[in-house]
């Protein structure tokens, strides 16, 4: 077995050379992702496995006397689907052509291979095609009578006119979609028409996909004497003891781009379209399934002459190589015209060989062939070759056939180049040149000694504990990676609804690896539009000297921001602030643990901070949270609104523009300076409700602040708070003295407090242009300039926090703690369903600054907060192949057997205990989720009685349509698949069952199953129609 892909499983490709000089870059396409389902493989991984390895993936059974060869290239579990992933109801996949489900997953799982973010790229257009199937006429069969099983439907869910159309709803997708069909030809003829497409600036990004598969399999073919099939069950492309083709399955999909876009992006390129050409044989052959040797040659000398490029360029052909004695003689005939020149070998092989003819996919396989081997740099065997016939090989020249692997160097200082083939039965022939991919820059970025934050999204919960395991995995087998690997994920990959994140550290501050077992996740459902944030800025109590010093070494915005500030505060403070964030940093996370209990604690003879000015405290906490605050901002986190306790006002005035930065820091200078004035305090922490404590404030003691519904702060004399604290202490309450020796926010502070008032006077304020959660007065300031005599509150007044919280919650869920503060428990109380995210370590965790804020935006992530996740790195990373997203497959098909003459009568469905043979027989990935048993519509009567009538028959009807087990009374019509033809059926009901025509539009006013109830009775009551009688136990009405 050969190495796994590079980007997911292997090393990097090896450097390639410099394109030539006569490959215009300005008509070049990239190659920017792939997938591929086709017989005995569900990944790229595992095809580059099956043909590094030379084998052959067609599964066989014994055969018995007749014609009937038992021998076919079927695709693993072809009738499993995740209907989820694309917002499908069950009940419309079971109708689906199983070919426009594989189709569906396998744009999907190329687009995630390309990076694209659909959202971020409107412009994707789909050229698609599938194969003929007769899956419409057996489930239409099966379900006939079911509800929504109607000829419209069938016909929607099953014919090719809607493959491309499908996939660009499904997806999102807004550009051209176009079905494509021209029989074994399709898929190339899909990747001519996008990368036409492409260069006519038509799109920015073209998916050429197909699917061709039969369901059931056939499992094998009729093979008459004289006919295309081969008797032996072999496919021996070019190869003296060729006798036929044997059929097969497939389905796949590539995303395009130009070249230079790809190039600008820093796309992962897997392979370059230097150019395509199509033509027709016309009428000039033996007969309309004829095939015409000029007609090929020259469509290969019209592709090559639209790169710029000579035979002698091409190393490889991936030719059509169907394995039949006159395609194959026909097929080497043009080529042998086309390279008769070449001073060089030019090596030709066939992915029939090993996979069988696929039909439409036929030239989508042999595509994605020649890009691994562009990839990988080696050339692999053609399955069953082992010589020539005679007269091919006396007219071959250069032609060389691969009967065994070879590396595949670069040639002559040039690229390594490759020509694909299709050829479709009625003349519509197809080729393409590939050229390997440009070298790409250095891995550059923070490199792999910063912290990483990895993002995961899936549209389920399992899928994405699997999708985590998946990128530790690969981050395990490339550290160095790590940091494209971050930027990968957050700049380019799709959104889903269920979301993760992992901040990765090095371990032992080693460059070579991550240790995968510290990956730090948390999981959450982003809601459906983004919510908005609110700043929390906190008080004096938390901080501590050397507060934000590491997140200044490691971020320039932050370190930009903090500057700025500082040199503000240092000319307050004769430098004793930029003294202060020049203190050390944290140990490293390894030494002793995340968390200093001592220090938590300050217990046991821990080590208390030192007494230092309170002017620079204040400054000092000042400056961090303007700074983490403008660096949010920056970020793209907006705050709507601001929540400041005590100190953190000031900072909260400042961002609202109420006050500027200079007069701001200027008064809290002043205010500090006041408050030492004062004579000294203490403070003291209740773990109580404010109400139940109150009663015990005396002369010199006062409830300073009241925090949350289980916390409040008396302050006042020292010798009155130590007596205060013994008393609440005999009465069973818990209390912890607070770190400072003043007395704020009491009347102790009058005096001062006036002067700052007095001071305020001739500092110029405006209204807050963000709204702010007053905590001097318990409501909102929305365009009100707070006056000087508000300030003079502020500092002498309670801090009434949770009232201001409690304006805010009302409002908001998402809030993020600005500050090294202790708000979020108090958040927590006041609201449990509240996300309180903090973005600064406390002073007893030893963790990396910069971990603490990518584990916010991680946390903000999941609750659907997005940043604008360019401006976290300083230089651009570049987008890196990772693995692919796990599916939730289950298998959906009818329980009934298919008709007796479903497939050609010699050409029956082997039985299930039939033995098997070759790489296809039960190969596949095991995907988690998966339901081998045969997925139907649930029973009418199963399930719980409704509660009235209307609601009774909303409830049937939404199980019936949509394929459900149960509903439930907020269950979405829409969000669970319906469509506006499953609505039809849903209204005819409801008319049938109350005798009047319900207008849509009251229907859907409300489309969740709850909603829809009260609306339809309100307005049958309004109408004056009476309910109808409630349905029988056993009775189910249809529409």
């Not at 000031?650 to 006041?674: E, F, H, K, P, Q």
């Amino acid at each position: 077995m050969s190495a796994p892909l590079p980007g997911h499983h292997a090393p990097a490709p090896a450097p390639a050379a410099a394109p030539a000089a006569a490959a215009d870059d300005e008509y070049a396409v990239a190659v920017v992702g792939m997938a591929v389902r086709l017989p005995g493989c569900e990944s790229l991984d595992h095809y580059w496995e099956i043909l590094a390895a030379g084998e052959d993936a067609v599964t066989r059974r014994t055969q018995q006397p007749g014609t009937f060869v038992p021998a076919y290239g079927s695709v693993p579990r072809p009738a499993h689907f995740d209907p989820a992933r694309f917002g499908i109801a069950p009940s419309e996949a079971l109708l689906l052509d199983p070919q426009h489900r594989l189709l569906l997953e396998a744009a999907d799982e190329a687009l995630e291979a390309a990076n694209v973010d659909r959202v971020r790229t409107p412009a994707i257009s789909v050229y698609a095609g599938v194969g003929h199937n007769d899956y419409e006429r057996w489930v239409g069969t099966a379900l006939a009578g079911q509800p929504g099983v109607d000829a419209q439907a069938l016909e929607v869910t099953n014919r090719g006119d809607y493959a491309a159309t499908r996939v660009a709803y499904r997806l999102g997708l807004h550009g051209a979609a176009i079905t494509v069909q021209s029989a074994c030809s399709t898929a190339l003829t899909a990747v001519h028409l996008a990368v036409q497409d492409l260069l006519a600036h038509g799109s920015d990004l073209a998916v050429a996909g197909v699917a061709a598969v039969r369901v059931p399999a056939p499992g094998g073919y009729d093979a008459p004497l004289g006919g295309i099939g081969s008797p032996d069950g072999v496919c021996r492309p070019f190869d003296q003891a060729a006798g036929g083709s044997v059929p097969g399955d497939g389905a796949g999909a590539v995303v395009l781009k130009r070249l230079g876009d790809a190039v600008r992006d820093g796309d992962d390129i897997w392979a370059v379209v230097r150019g395509t050409a199509m033509n027709n044989d016309g009428s000039g052959k033996s007969g309309f399934a004829g095939v015409d040797a000029a007609a090929q040659a020259e469509v290969i000398r019209a592709a090559l002459h639209v790169a710029g490029l000579r035979p002698q360029d091409i190393d490889y052909v991936e030719a059509h190589g169907s394995g039949t004695r006159i395609g194959d003689a026909t097929e080497w005939s043009a080529l042998a015209e086309v390279f008769a020149d070449v001073d060089h070998p030019v090596r030709v092989g066939a992915a029939k060989g090993g996979l069988g003819h696929l039909r439409e996919a036929a030239g989508l396989a042999g595509l994605v062939k020649a890009v691994l081997s562009l990839r990988h740099g080696r050339l692999v065997a053609t399955p069953h070759f082992d010589r020539l016939p005679t007269d091919l090989a006396r007219t071959g020249g250069p032609l060389h056939p691969l009967g065994e692997a070879l590396d595949w160097p670069p040639a002559d200082g040039r690229p390594r180049r490759a020509g694909v083939s299709a050829f479709g039965l009625g003349g519509t022939n197809c080729h393409v040149v590939l050229e390997e991919a440009p070298p790409r820059p250095r891995e550059h970025g923070q490199g792999t000694d910063a912290a990483q934050l990895l993002l995961v999204s899936s549209h389920h919960p399992d899928a994405l504990s699997t999708d985590l395991d998946a990128l530790r995995d690969h981050l395990d087998l490339h550290p160095a990676r790590a940091a494209d690997t971050a930027w990968t994920t957050q700049t380019a990959r799709h959104r889903h609804p269920h979301r993760g994140y992992a901040v990765v550290t090095p371990e032992g501050g080693t460059r070579a690896a991550f240790d995968a077992d510290r990956l730090r996740v948390q999981h959450g459902r982003a809601p459906s539009a983004p919510p908005e944030v609110v700043f929390v800025l906190p008080g004096i109590g938390s901080h501590y000297p050397g507060m934000g010093a590491g997140l200044a070494a490691t971020d320039p915005v932050f370190a930009s921001h903090l500057r700025a500030a500082v040199e503000i505060a240092d000319g307050l403070t004769d430098g004793a602030v930029g003294r202060s964030f020049a203190a050390p940093g944290p140990r490293p996370a390894g030494d002793g643990g995340r968390v200093d209990l001592r220090a938590l604690l300050r217990r046991d003879g821990a080590a208390r901070p030192p007494r230092r000015a309170l002017r620079e405290v204040h400054l000092s906490l000042f400056c961090l949270e303007h700074a983490m605050a403008r660096t949010l901002i920056d970020l793209g986190i907006r705050p709507a609104a601001l929540l400041g306790h005590s100190l953190g006002e000031w900072v909260a005035a400042v961002l609202a523009g109420v006050i500027g930065l200079d007069d701001a820091m200027a008064a809290v200078a002043r205010r500090a300076d006041l408050v030492v004035t004062a004579g000294e305090g203490a403070m003291l922490g209740v773990l109580a409700p404010a109400e139940d404590v109150e009663k015990y404030a005396g002369d010199d003691t006062w409830l300073a602040a009241d925090n949350g519904p289980g916390h409040c702060v008396f302050s006042g004399r020292p010798d009155a708070v130590t007596a205060l604290a013994g008393r609440l202490r005999d009465d069973g309450f818990t209390v912890l003295p607070v770190d400072t020796a003043h007395p704020f926010h009491t009347p102790q502070l009058t005096r001062a407090a006036d002067l700052l008032g007095e001071d305020m006077r001739d500092v110029p304020l405006g209204p807050a242009r963000i709204p702010i959660a007053s905590s001097v007065l318990g409501r909102w300031l929305d365009g009100e300039t707070p006056t000087p005599s508000y300030w003079r509150d502020h500092m002498v007044g309670r801090v009434r926090f949770k009232a201001a919280a409690g304006l805010v919650l009302a409002r908001h869920r998402v809030l993020i703690e600005v500050g090294p503060g202790t708000a979020r428990p108090w958040i927590g109380q006041s609201d449990p369903d509240a996300v309180c995210v903090r973005t600064v370590r406390q002073s007893y965790e030893h963790v990396p600054d910069r971990q603490v804020l990518l584990e916010a935006l991680g946390e903000l992530w999941t609750h659907g907060v997005e940043a604008e996740w360019e401006r976290l790195h300083p230089v651009p990373g570049r987008r890196t192949t990772l693995p692919p997203r796990n599916l939730i497959r289950r298998r959906y098909l009818p329980d009934a057997p298919p008709p007796a003459d479903q497939f050609a009568p010699s050409a029956p469905v082997p039985a299930a205990g039939a033995p098997a043979t070759g790489a296809g027989a039960g190969a596949g990935v095991g995907v988690g989720g998966e339901q081998t048993g045969p997925q139907h519509r649930p029973d009418p009567a199963a399930g719980p009685q409704p509660p009235s009538t209307v609601g009774g028959y909303l409830a049937e009807r939404f199980r019936l349509l949509l394929g459900l087990r149960e509903v439930h009374p907020d269950d979405h019509f829409f969000h669970l698949g319906g469509d506006s033809l499953m609505g039809v059926h849903l209204i005819a009901g409801l008319k049938e069952l109350t005798g009047t025509a319900v207008p849509p539009s009251i229907v859907f006013a409300s489309a969740t199953l709850g909603g829809m109830t009260r609306e339809v009775e309100a307005w049958l009551a309004a109408a004056g129609q009476q309910q109808p009688e409630p349905l029988d136990d056993n009775e189910s009405r249809r529409p």
